[in-house]
């Protein structure tokens, strides 16, 4: 590893002020479980690693009856994993989180740094799309909200600019009548990363969805909206006929590359099941919200 400088800023803005002025140079450390790996593989270089863990503004879980749950970018995927809020408000969180990885990684790893790793084997982002999560973002010019959705632009690659950090991720509270379910897997020989994820909410008028959310993830360089499949069940009941449809037409709106955790069509038969059964799970609990 080549030497860097190590710097801990006291705030936010004087994080992303270290950032402007060493231009591409620096690169923010935050539980470092990604950062860390990739410096010893010497695939990053960086001359300043900013250290954010201090800055109290990054911190702590929230609800708000307006905004919704506020989660501190810092927030490492343990504090999601047992925090008695959100287990009220989002348990589908809570039981996603019991998944990643191990918990050495999930005492390390904060949300923040998950999202902006840009890693496309990962959990949240897509449940964080399925619920239109937003970011709130900050830079040297000021501060910018962006749907997660926006986040994700390729291979490891995010919309973020040099200087801007990841100050809070923010759920908005769930309609009435509103069901969640996030499915994921793991192939036996590669237990750490995900194969295949599916996240679903449904949120419905009576028996019929009113809005769907059906996003795929591990399954290209980005998470993705299966919006034909969405449209396909916008408006109807879910009949076990149509979710299966649901998640034929959601297998073919994703692009699963051939690696060790299977080939394209394995998975593209994995985001069949998934989506289906989340599809359904939703569905269910749905109808009994509210
Ligand atoms: C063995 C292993 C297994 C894993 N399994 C899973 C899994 O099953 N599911 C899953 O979802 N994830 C998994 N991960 C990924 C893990 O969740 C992430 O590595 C972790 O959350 C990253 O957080 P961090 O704080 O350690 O990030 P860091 O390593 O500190 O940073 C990651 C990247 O984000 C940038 N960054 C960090 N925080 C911010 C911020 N607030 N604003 C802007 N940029 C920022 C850094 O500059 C860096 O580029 C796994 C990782 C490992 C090592």
């Known amino acids: ?86 287990r009220e408000k989002f348990p589908v969180l809570c039981e996603a989180e019991r998944e990643v990885a191990n918990i050495r990684v999930r005492n390390m790893g904060t949300v923040g740094g998950n999202l902006a790793s840009g890693e496309p084997l990962t959990d949240l982002s897509q449940i964080f799309i399925a619920l239109d999560g937003k970011l709130k973002i900050t ?66 008028d009576e028996e019929t969805v009113r809005v769907a959310r059906i996003v795929l993830g591990c399954v290209g360089p980005t998470p993705v909206r299966a919006r034909n499949a969405e449209a396909l069940i916008v408006g109807k009941k879910l009949t076990t006929e149509l979710a299966a449809e649901a998640g034929a037409i959601a297998s073919q709106e994703c692009s699963p590359a051939s690696d060790l955790r299977g080939s394209e069509q394995y998975k593209r038969a994995i985001v069949r099941t998934l989506a289906r059964r989340a599809s359904t799970n939703a569905y269910e609990r749905g109808l009994g919200d509210g």
């Open 1 to 86: 590893m080549k030497n860097f400088d190590y710097l801990e800023p006291a705030s936010v803005g004087e994080a992303c002020a270290l950032l402007k002025q060493h231009g591409g140079d620096a690169k923010v450390f935050a539980g470092g479980s990604h950062v860390t790996i990739l410096m010893k593989q010497g695939l990053y270089q960086p001359k300043a690693l900013i250290n954010i863990k201090r800055i109290p503004e990054l911190k702590g879980l929230k609800f708000d009856d307006a905004e919704g749950l506020i989660i501190g970018a810092l927030v490492t995927h343990r504090e999601l994993e047992t925090s008695a809020l959100v």
């Open 139 to 204: 830079g040297p010019t000021g501060q910018r909200r962006l749907p997660v959705e926006e986040l994700f632009i390729d291979f490891y690659t995010t919309s973020l600019a040099e200087d801007e950090i990841i100050t809070q991720i923010v759920i908005p509270p769930l309609p009435p009548r509103t069901g969640i379910d996030y499915i994921r897997f793991s192939s036996s020989s590669v237990v750490d990363k995900p194969s295949a994820g599916v996240a679903v909410r449904l949120t419905l």
